[in-house]
């Protein structure tokens, strides 16, 4: 039989809209709303920022992270949770998870000492 009408688009829509409507619901995967939403940890988070800055092609899907549709990311994410074929892409992700979770540790080890540093001035003023 003949093919029923398409359904007509409202004007309203311009293909270009179209478009970028996609472009949104695809970047609503690549963004924090999204992993809040999903209930992904703040560990998870900040990781997943970390990647993107260096991989632009790195999404979540459900609380992984997906880099380059190739490398999954599992919580708790540390290095062993990356998982793909053994391949250069592994192991450049595998780099940026441990030179992140470095990076973090060094952080909180800056915060620890600075805050002692505080205590102390704060106990010899009193």
């Given at each position: 039989g003949?093919?029923?009408p398409a359904p007509?688009?409202?004007l309203s829509l311009s293909p270009?809209?179209?478009?970028?409507k996609a472009r949104?619901?695809?970047e609503e995967k690549m963004s924090q709303a999204?992993?809040?939403s999903a209930g992904v940890s703040l560990e998870g988070q900040q990781l997943f920022q970390t990647i993107h800055k260096t991989i632009k092609d790195c999404k979540w899907q459900e609380k992984n992270i997906v880099v380059m549709e190739e490398v999954v990311i599992a919580p708790p994410y540390q290095v062993e949770n990356c998982k793909g074929k053994e391949g250069s892409a592994l192991s450049h992700v595998r780099k940026i998870v441990e030179k992140h979770?470095?990076?973090v540790e060094s952080q909180k080890v800056m915060q620890r000492s600075q805050a002692q540093q505080t205590q102390k001035e704060t106990s010899l003023s009193s």
């Open positions: 003949p093919a029923p007509e688009l409202p270009l809209q179209l478009a970028n949104t619901e695809k999204y992993a809040i979770f470095r990076d």
